[in-house]
């Protein structure tokens, strides 16, 4: 904790010392706005159907990056320091791309194999439940389904 | 922090951190990351099961309640007050951070208690999402919500529910301890007499990435 000459200012250095206040607000109401823009979007979805599920998705997840991003860069301060800090976080972080990519490509032909190769899953798909009482007590887990 | 740094600077020469970063901080950020990994892993194996389903429970029908509204369909709200709730507790942080750069001390104390404020309110809300889903018969292994097209669902659902918001809920908890233990050392006056309230920026970093997961929890479960 002594050693902090690693840095090149403490609290006490007056030339920055003061940290602006603005920057922090400013991203606040970002944040807040861009979840209120979603929850409108959700909202118009659940009146009216529009826009479409899947388009609101990609939308959604587009929002939610911009989200991180300025969590990541405003509050955490992460945009204030310097490069080679930046390209250590930022770098190993590009792995998600893959890992998101990957797996849910995974899941999705998965999904496309058991429904051609086991009809039973697909039959169970189709049918309805009563939406209240009983079916708690069934077993959760269909048979033929791995999981 | 906004550091002056001179034109030029040789980062590599030796002699100081290549990153310009206190060792604490440099280490809380590689947490972070691997904390980031481990969050990332819940949420895309939650990914991959619901791409291999079929169809999967409509989050606007699971969760509709609000506190005291009876039976009233109210989809998103509850969930909206949580993430400001979070989103205003994260803009304290970094207030009391600035505070601490300013060198005050009675700021950094005032708004770290807002900030551990907002954080049980957080976890009332959770408790409270938590005890009126379990009423409603979910749980893990058991979930009483029919697919979007009415058949009937596994229960993945619930199980990834329960357990993403779980660790989520624990790292705000520990959150709001390390916090209290920052207050504590604040009000004694450590941070004072260090000449520095880098304690607090670390504290104040852990807590920023509770709320950056919360943002990704709430677009999976609540909104997609």
Same mark, same amino acid.
């Given at each position: 904790m002594s050693n902090v000459d690693t840095t090149t200012s403490h609290g006490h250095d007056n030339a920055h010392a003061q940290f602006d206040t603005r920057p922090i607000w400013r991203t606040f109401w970002i944040l807040l706005g861009i979840t209120m823009v979603e929850l409108l979007l959700a909202t118009i979805h659940l009146k009216t159907g529009f826009p479409p599920k899947y388009v609101l998705n990609g939308v959604y997840l587009i929002l939610t990056c911009a989200k991180a991003f300025y969590i990541i860069a405003e509050f955490m301060h992460l945009r204030h320091e310097i490069k080679n800090m930046i390209m250590t976080i930022a770098v190993p972080a590009l792995l998600f791309v893959w890992f998101v990519i990957a797996f849910v490509s995974d899941g999705n032909s998965y999904r496309e194999l058991r429904n051609r190769y086991d009809k039973y899953q697909l039959e169970q798909n189709d049918k309805k439940v009563a939406p209240e009482g009983g079916e708690r007590e069934t077993p959760a887990v269909k048979p033929g389904s791995p999981e | 922090m906004a550091q002056a740094i001179p034109a030029g600077q040789k980062w590599w020469s030796g002699g100081k951190s290549p990153f310009n970063v206190e060792y604490g901080k440099l280490m809380m950020w590689y947490f972070l990351m691997s904390d980031a990994f +481990?969050?990332?892993?819940?949420?895309?194996? &939650?990914? +991959?099961?619901?791409?291999?389903?079929?169809?999967?429970?409509?989050?606007?029908?699971?969760?509709?309640?609000?506190?005291?509204?009876?039976?009233?369909?109210?989809?998103?709200?509850?969930?909206?007050?949580?993430?400001?709730?979070?989103?205003?507790?994260?803009?304290?942080?970094?207030?009391?951070?600035?505070? %601490?750069?300013?060198?005050?001390? #009675? #700021?950094?104390?005032? &708004?770290?208690? =807002? +900030?551990?404020?907002?954080? =049980?309110?957080?976890?009332?809300?959770?408790?409270?999402?938590?005890?009126?889903?379990?009423?409603? %018969?979910?749980?893990?292994? /058991?979930?009483?919500?029919?697919?979007?097209?009415?058949?009937?669902?596994?229960?993945?659902? +619930?199980?990834?529910?329960?357990?993403?918001? %779980?660790?989520?809920?624990?790292?705000?908890?520990?959150?709001?301890?390390?916090?209290?233990?920052?207050?504590? #050392?604040?009000? /004694?006056?450590?941070?004072?007499?260090r000449g520095h309230y880098l304690m607090i920026e670390k504290a104040g970093l852990y807590w920023h990435f509770v709320d950056l997961v919360w943002v990704f929890v709430f677009t999976c479960f609540y909104l997609l």
């Open positions: - | +481990t969050f990332g892993a819940f949420l895309i194996s &939650y990914g +991959t099961i619901r791409f291999s389903s079929n169809s999967w429970p409509d989050p606007n029908e699971v969760f509709r309640a609000f506190p005291l509204m009876g039976g009233l369909h109210l989809p998103l709200v509850f969930v909206s007050l949580m993430t400001f709730i979070l989103i205003m507790s994260s803009v304290t942080m970094v207030l009391a951070v600035a505070a %601490g750069h300013a060198g005050d001390q #009675k #700021k950094v104390t005032f &708004y770290m208690i =807002l +900030t551990i404020i907002g954080g =049980l309110m957080f976890l009332g809300c959770q408790a409270w999402e938590w005890t009126h889903l379990h009423g409603e %018969g979910a749980w893990w292994g /058991r979930n009483p919500f029919p697919n979007i097209n009415g058949s009937k669902a596994s229960t993945n659902f +619930t199980n990834f529910f329960f357990t993403i918001t %779980g660790f989520h809920g624990f790292h705000v908890f520990s959150g709001v301890v390390i916090n209290c233990i920052m207050l504590i #050392k604040n009000l /004694r006056g450590d941070f004072a007499r």
